[in-house]
């Protein structure tokens, strides 16, 4: 039983069909479905079958499935065991977000291709959720508030932020200093409908109001300087602004409570070796800039 038959009909499993199993493996699609017709020929037993929604497990699919992914796991790590140390090769698929990866976590990537010249990295580069098991990616890298998941997530440097405006719109509509008052304020959101303030030692969260919405921090902050409304943004995206006097601190009773950037990957037992380098080299890096960032410089 060849053990590529093995990750084939893993991938055909998990990606939901043929199709795009294949685009995840790099492979023809007829090559996948050679690959699964030989597994299921040496078992003598149908592993999937077609639905209108496209491939699921049959009963004895489920059942080989849980051997399957023990086995690829034991053969993945008795390679990871036997390479020299500190070497990777292979493709590694990293999601990042938009906002903060090109200029933040790009040059990281960067070294760790120079680091390990057989290492493939592929690097997708949005703001939108990426499901890391559907789309085949090793990890992710998200800023802020992690959602309960089922995602195993490994914190690799803080996240500070403050709430702003420009001189122009305090100018003009005054600065908040109450929850009451902020509630009357036009709000530039990036992303979601609330924000997470600390009252004293308590967390608490408001829902402002605005007409202005983007998902991209430094889109946002040049729509806080031309005096469009206050916004939450992380130190990174403001500190130059601040620093030429184009913004300024609102609300400083009520500060963001300290975030997060994380590198998040897909449930197992130990993390992918490639995974960890990654996220030890993010906080070797980061750490540096997030100090001048938890201070506002």
């Known amino acids: ?68 992914t023990k086995v690829c796991y034991e053969i993945h790590v008795a390679k990871q065991t036997i390479l020299p140390a500190g070497e990777l090769r292979g493709l590694f698929r990293v999601a990042a977000p938009l906002s903060f990866g090109p200029t933040h976590f790009a040059p990281v990537l960067a070294e760790m291709g120079r680091r390990h010249p057989q290492l493939q990295i592929h690097t997708s580069y949005g703001e939108r959720f990426v499901d890391l098991v559907a789309e085949g990616f090793d990890c992710g890298i998200r800023l802020g508030f992690l959602d ?64 202005f919405k983007v998902d991209n921090g430094t889109v946002l ?19 130059d602004h601040l620093l030429a006097g184009r913004l300024v601190p609102v609300m400083s009773r009520y500060p963001l409570p300290q975030a997060g950037i994380y590198v998040v990957r897909p449930p197992g037992e130990q993390p992918n070796r490639k995974v960890r380098v990654l996220s030890e080299m993010l906080i070797e890096y980061l750490e540096p800039g997030l100090s001048q960032a938890a201070a506002g410089l």
């Open 221 to 239: 902050a040049d729509a806080a300087v031309a005096g469009l409304g206050i916004a939450a943004l992380a130190n990174q995206f403001i500190r």
């Open 148 to 211: 309960d998941s089922n995602l195993i997530a490994r914190r690799v440097g803080p996240l500070h932020g403050k709430l702003v405006a420009s001189p122009d719109y305090i100018r003009r509509h005054g600065a908040p200093e109450t929850l009451e008052e902020l509630s009357a304020h036009q709000a530039l959101m990036g992303g979601s409908e609330t924000w997470k303030l600390m009252d004293g030692d308590k967390l608490i969260t408001v829902s402002p109001r605005g007409r």
């Open 1 to 68: 039983m060849d053990t590529d038959d093995l990750r084939t009909f893993l991938e055909v499993a998990d990606a939901g069909g043929v199709a795009p199993a294949a685009q995840r493996l790099g492979i023809s699609k007829s090559m996948v479905s050679r690959g699964l017709g030989r597994l299921e020929t040496a078992l003598g037993a149908p592993l999937l079958v077609r639905t209108t929604r496209g491939m699921s497990l049959t009963e004895a699919g489920m059942t080989f499935y849980q051997h399957a």
